[in-house]
Nanobody, 127 residues
C-alpha cells in the first residue's frame, strides 16, 4: 500500500529553520511529482513547493521563494523541505503529497492534482 510519511515539524521562533522529510513507501513506481502543501486554521490548502522526481525541476509559492528549498534523495525515496527565515505566517499543518500522473506545469501547485497524501506534520512559528 502506498504511503507517504512526514517528519520534522515542530515549534521555532521567527527567523528559525526547520527541515521536513517525506518518505514514500509501497509505490511500485516513483511518483512523478511530489510536493508540500500546507493548511493554516481557517485557511485553504496552499501549495508550497513541488519537485518533478525525474528531472528535479522545482516550483515554489511566491510566499516562500528564497526561504524554502525542496530537494530529493531518490535512493531513499525521500523528499525534503528546508525552511529558513520562518515567519509566523508559515504556521500550518504541512502535508506531503504525490502524484503518479503527468501534471501540467501550471497546475503543479494545485492540490487537486495529487492523489497520495501523508498525515501531516505541524509547524509552529512563534516568539
Amino acid at each position: 500500500q502506498q504511503k507517504l510519511e512526514e517528519s520534522g515539524g515542530g515549534s521555532v521562533q521567527p527567523g528559525g529553520s526547520l527541515r521536513l522529510s517525506c518518505v514514500a513507501s509501497g509505490f511500485p513506481y516513483r511518483p512523478t511529482c511530489m510536493g508540500w502543501f500546507r493548511q493554516a486554521p481557517g485557511k485553504e490548502h496552499e501549495g508550497v513547493s513541488v519537485i518533478v522526481t525525474s528531472s528535479g525541476s522545482t516550483n515554489y509559492a511566491d510566499s516562500v521563494k528564497g526561504r524554502f528549498t525542496i530537494s530529493q534523495d531518490n535512493a531513499k525515496s525521500t523528499v525534503f523541505l528546508q525552511m529558513n527565515s520562518l515567519k509566523p505566517e508559515d504556521t500550518a499543518m504541512y502535508y506531503c503529497a504525490g502524484s503518479a500522473r503527468t501534471i501540467y506545469w501550471h497546475q503543479v501547485l494545485d492540490q487537486r492534482q495529487y492523489e497520495f497524501w501523508g498525515q501531516g506534520t505541524q509547524v509552529t512559528v512563534s516568539s
